[in-house]
Antibody, heavy 120, light 108 residues
Framework: EVQLLESGGGLVQPGGSLRLSCAASGFTFSSYAMSWVRQAPGKGLEWVSAISGGGSTYYADSVKARFTVSRDNFNNALYLQMNSLRAEDTALYYC??????????????WGQGTLVTVSS | EIVMTQSPATLSVSPGERATLSCRASQSVSSNLAWYQQKPGQAPRLLIYGASIRATGIPARFSGSGSGTEFTLTISSLQSEDFAIYYCQQYNNWPPWTFGQGTTVEIK
């Protein structure tokens, strides 16, 4: 069974930093691209960042140059380093898998999320 | 960036009735369209991918159709557990992956 467990959220001041983690199990982690999706309180879903199994990275314009996604295939972990945080980054951050096949890059599995609150 | 637009924003339906949700893409996404269901306090769950293929374990009352720019999610006979928010997502042109703003299906 695929399991994704996010951690690292919390309250941070504007301009601060936070590092989110996602512990993956139940599948061959290194073979899957992974992504981060966020949801502001009472709002819809917004894709944030993705990383391929080999380490190619992708970012939404809203977080480019502030957030860095990385992975540790040995320890089956996904990370999101968030710097220069803003109030508008306040959201529940989900870790997801990305489908493996070409033209199958939907998000089959989701964690339960970790809450990031940016406030003074 | 491909913009996804869902309608209506809210759909009021009685249990046992059919619900029809729409999703429109600002440019063609072929059949690279997924639907997700989100219940309060829960993570989204994949329902449909490839515009019409049910994900593992999804009941047959959920069906998807469409291609190009117009898509539909139909719930043939609403059960109490189906009242939730539904999002469409395109994965034809990424990054970015883009979601619609969601349709809330509520009890009438």
């Amino acid at each position: 069974e695929v399991q994704l467990l996010e951690s690292g959220g919390g309250l941070v001041q504007p301009g601060g930093s936070l590092r989110l983690s996602c512990a993956a199990s139940g599948f061959t982690f290194s073979s899957y691209a992974m992504s981060w999706v966020r949801q502001a309180p009472g709002k819809g879903l917004e894709w944030v960042s993705a990383i391929s199994g080999g380490g190619s990275t992708y970012y939404a314009d809203s977080v480019k140059a502030r957030f860095t996604v990385s992975r540790d295939n040995f320890n089956n972990a996904l990370y999101l380093q968030m710097n220069s945080l803003r109030a508008e980054d306040t959201a529940l951050y989900y870790c997801t898998t990305i489908g493996r096949a070409a033209r199958a890059e939907y998000f089959p599995h989701w964690g339960q999320g970790t809450l990031v609150t940016v406030s003074s | 960036e491909i913009v996804m637009t869902q309608s209506p924003a809210t759909l009021s339906v009685s249990p046992g009735e059919r619900a029809t949700l729409s999703c429109r893409a600002s440019q063609s996404v072929s059949s690279n369209l997924a639907w997700y269901q989100q219940k309060p306090g829960q993570a989204p769950r994949l329902l449909i991918y490839g515009a019409s293929i049910r994900a593992t374990g999804i009941p047959a009352r959920f069906s998807g159709s469409g291609s190009g720019t117009e898509f539909t999610l139909t719930i043939s006979s609403l059960q109490s557990e189906d009242f939730a928010i539904y999002y469409c997502q395109q994965y034809n042109n990424w990054p970015p992956w883009t979601f619609g703003q969601g349709t809330t299906v509520e009890i009438k």
